[in-house]
C-alpha cells in the first residue's frame, strides 16, 4: 500500500476489505523504517514480536468476516515515556536504558484494546525535557525534511515518525509544548487534550501537574478517532477527570459557521517570524471565509508564563525525579562503598546535562527561604494566567494563535543557550499551566520548505470546537478556497 | 550574580547529585541566567491571589463541602487487593540492578 498520506480509515478498512493484510501493512511500515529511521532516528526501539501477533488477532478477525475495532490493523508509535509490558521503557534516559515495564500504560492498553498495532517506542528528549529532541541520551532525532534541523521536542521521534510515514499515528507527551511544537515543525497535526481528559497512568511522571497524553497525526480525523479511544476516567489515576468522552467524530461535522475565534496581541509580538506570522495571519483569514468570526481578546500575563512554567515544571520534576535511587529498576553504578555515594553517582552518571540543570532550579525554588519567592510565586501567576483565559472564553469559543515563534531551527543552534531552548515554547506553555486543550494543525511552510503550525487553543473539556475548527482550517487549505 | 558556588553545593547535596567541578560551574552561570529571567515575576502583585496547584481545582472540587470531601471526585472506595492485583515478588525484582531473590540489595547503609 502507498503509505504516504494513509489515514487510520485508509488502512483500517483496507484490513477489514481484505484489500491488504494487518501483518503486510506492519512489514510494509517496518520496511519504511528500515529505509528511512537510520538517517532520521525516531524510534530507540521496536517490538516486532509484540507487533506481529496484534496483526495476526485482527487478519483472523477480518478473515472471519467481524467487524474491526476503530483501529483495527492501524500501525502505531509510543513515546518512549509510556510503560509497555516487556518492551524497553527508556524516557530517552540512559538511567532508565535497560528498565522492561512490567505493566502497560492506560493508553497504551486502550489503543491495542482498539486494534492498533504498536510497531515500537520513539525517541524523545530525556523524560520529556527538551523542545529539539537533541536532550535525548542515546541520539537526537532528525527532521524528516532537512537532516541538519530539529524536528522539535519533546516528542520529537513521535512527530518525525508520522511525518515520514514510519507509523500512522503516534502518542505522545505534552508538558510544555511537547506534542504541538514537534507537530508544528513536522507538519502533522498535534493535539493535547484538557488536563484530565486522557490518563496518565503509566506515563512516567515529568511534572505531574502539567503531563498530557495525546496524539500526534496526519490529519485531523485521525487525532479526533485517537482521542476518542483512550479518553474518559481511568480508575487508575485520580486526577482522570469521570467526565462523559463525546463522539469526537459527530463533533467534527458540526458547523463552524458563526463560532467567534479570539486573537491575542501578545502572540503576535517581538520574537515572532515574520513567514511564520504571514502564515497564521492568512489561516486566520481563511477561517473568516468559512464562517468565522474573529474578536480580538488579551491574555495579559502572557509574558510571565515562561517564568512561572519553568518553576512549578522543574519543582515537581525534582520531586518526581527523586525515585531515581538505583535500588529498584534504575542504572546503579558500579563499585560504591555506601548507600549514599550510590545514589549521588548513580543520579550523575545517569542523567544528562539538562535534567540536571532542571533538578537543581526546582530544588533550589522548593528549597528552604526560596519556596514563597519562587515557588509559591509561580503558582499564583498560574492562577493569573488561568484567569486570563477564562476572561477570554467568556467572550470567544476558541483561541487562534501560532504554534512556534518560528519554523524548525538548526541542530545545536539554541543547544548551548538553555534560556533560548525555553524560549522556544513561549505560545504552548501557558494551555499546559491552565490545562486547557490545544491543536497544533499544518498552516503552510515557509521559503524553505519548513512546515508552520496554526495552535487552536479550546474551553476544558471542549475538544470537539477546536477539532472542528481544525478541520474547517483543514479543509478550506486543501480546497485551496 | 545570587546564585553561588555554595549555593550548587547546598542544592546538588539536597537534590542526591555530586557534580563534577565543571558542571558546578556551568550550573551557577545557568541558574543565574534562567532565574535572572525568572525575577520578571516580581513585576506582578500577587499578594491577593491565591496559588494554583492542580487544574482539576477548578473543574472536579465541590466547594459546598468541607475539607478532604471537597476532593470526593479523587476518591473511590478502598478494595482489598487494590485495583490490579500486586506485582508477585519475582517479576518486582526483575528490573533491580542487584537482588538476593527476596530483596532488594543496597550497599552497607549504617557505618560502624
Known amino acids: ?481 | 550574580m545570587k546564585v553561588t558556588e555554595k549555593d550548587v553545593t547546598y542544592v546538588a547535596d539536597l537534590a542526591n547529585l555530586e557534580l563534577s567541578a565543571e558542571e558546578r560551574v556551568g550550573m551557577v552561570r545557568d541558574l543565574n541566567s534562567i532565574l535572572g529571567y525568572i525575577e520578571r515575576l516580581n513585576e506582578l502583585d500577587t499578594s491577593k491571589v491565591e496559588p494554583m496547584a492542580q487544574v482539576s481545582d477548578r473543574y472536579g472540587v465541590d466547594e459546598s463541602k468541607q475539607g478532604s470531601a471537597r476532593f470526593a471526585y479523587a476518591t473511590r472506595d478502598d478494595i482489598l487487593e487494590g485495583l490490579r492485583k500486586s506485582l508477585p515478588q519475582e517479576t518486582a525484582l526483575e528490573n533491580a540492578p542487584d537482588s538476593d531473590g527476596t530483596f532488594f540489595r543496597v550497599p552497607k547503609v549504617i557505618e560502624r
Open chain 1, 1 to 481: 500500500m502507498e503509505l504516504a498520506g494513509l489515514s487510520i480509515d485508509d488502512a483500517r478498512s483496507a484490513v477489514q476489505k481484505r484489500k491488504t493484510t494487518a501483518l503486510a501493512l506492519v512489514e510494509e511500515h517496518y520496511t519504511q523504517i528500515q529505509k528511512e529511521d537510520g538517517q532520521i532516528g525516531a524510534f530507540l526501539t521496536l517490538c516486532k514480536e509484540r507487533a506481529l501477533e496484534q496483526a495476526d488477532r485482527i487478519d483472523r478477525m477480518a478473515v472471519e468476516g467481524k467487524p474491526l475495532p476503530p483501529l483495527g490493523g492501524v500501525p502505531v508509535a509510543i513515546k518512549d515515556v509510556m510503560s509497555t509490558r516487556g518492551v524497553r521503557t527508556t524516557a530517552g534516559s540512559k538511567i532508565l536504558n535497560k528498565y522492561i515495564p512490567p505493566f502497560d500504560c492506560t493508553a497504551v492498553e486502550r489503543m491495542e484494546a482498539a486494534g492498533a498495532v504498536i510497531l515500537g517506542k520513539t525517541n524523545c528528549d530525556e523524560f520529556a525535557m527538551g523542545s529539539s529532541n537533541e536532550n535525548s541520551a542515546f541520539h537526537p532525532v532528525r527532521h524528516p525534511r532537512d537532516l541538519g534541523r530539529v524536528p522539535g521536542g519533546s516528542s520529537g521521534g513521535s512527530a518525525a515518525a508520522v511525518a515520514a510515514d514510519m507509523a500512522v499515528v503516534a502518542l505522545g507527551s505534552d508538558t510544555g509544548g511537547s506534542i504541538r511544537q514537534p507537530a508544528s515543525f513536522c507538519g502533522v497535526v498535534g493535539l493535547m487534550p484538557t488536563y484530565g481528559r486522557v490518563s496518565r497512568y503509566g506515563l512516567i511522571a515529568f511534572a505531574s501537574s502539567l503531563d498530557h497524553i495525546g496524539p500526534l497525526a496526519k490529519n485531523v480525523k485521525d487525532a479526533a478517532i485517537v482521542l476518542r479511544t483512550i479518553a474518559g476516567r481511568d480508575p487508575m489515576d485520580s486526577t482522570s477527570a469521570d467526565i462523559p468522552v463525546p463522539d469526537y467524530l459527530a463533533e467534527l461535522e458540526k458547523p463552524v459557521r458563526g463560532l467567534k475565534l479570539g486573537v491575542a496581541k501578545e502572540y503576535f509580538g517581538d520574537g515572532l517570524d515574520d513567514e511564520v506570522r504571514h502564515a497564521v495571519e492568512s489561516a486566520i483569514d481563511k477561517l473568516k471565509r468559512v464562517g468565522c468570526e474573529v474578536v480580538p481578546v488579551s491574555l495579559p500575563h502572557t509574558p510571565y508564563a515562561i517564568p512561572a512554567y519553568y518553576l512549578i515544571a522543574t519543582a515537581e520534576a525534582s520531586s518526581n525525579l527523586a525515585r531515581y535511587d538505583g535500588v529498584r529498576y534504575s542504572y546503579r553504578v558500579a563499585g560504591v562503598k555506601s548507600l549514599s555515594e550510590m545514589y549521588r553517582r548513580s543520579r550523575d552518571e545517569g542523567f544528562g546535562a539538562e535534567v540536571k540543570r532542571r533538578i537543581m532550579l526546582g530544588t533550589y525554588a522548593l528549597s528552604a527561604g526560596y519556596y514563597d519567592a519562587y515557588y509559591l510565586k509561580a503558582q499564583k501567576v498560574r492562577t493569573l494566567l488561568t484567569r486570563d483565559f477564562e476572561e477570554a472564553f467568556s467572550k470567544v469559543d476558541a483561541i487562534v494563535t501560532p504554534t512556534s515563534p518560528t519554523a524548525a531551527f538548526r541542530l545545536g543552534e539554541k543547544s548551548n543557550d538553555p534560556l533560548a531552548m525555553y524560549l522556544a515554547d513561549i505560545y504552548t506553555v501557558t494551555a499546559d499551566l491552565a490545562g486547557i486543550p490545544g491543536i497544533s494543525v499544518p498552516c503552510g511552510e515557509t521559503r524553505e520548505k519548513l512546515p508552520i503550525g496554526l495552535q487552536i487553543l479550546g474551553k476544558h473539556f471542549d475538544e470537539g470546537t477546536i477539532l472542528r475548527i481544525a478541520q474547517a482550517y483543514e479543509r478550506s487549505a486543501h480546497s485551496g478556497s
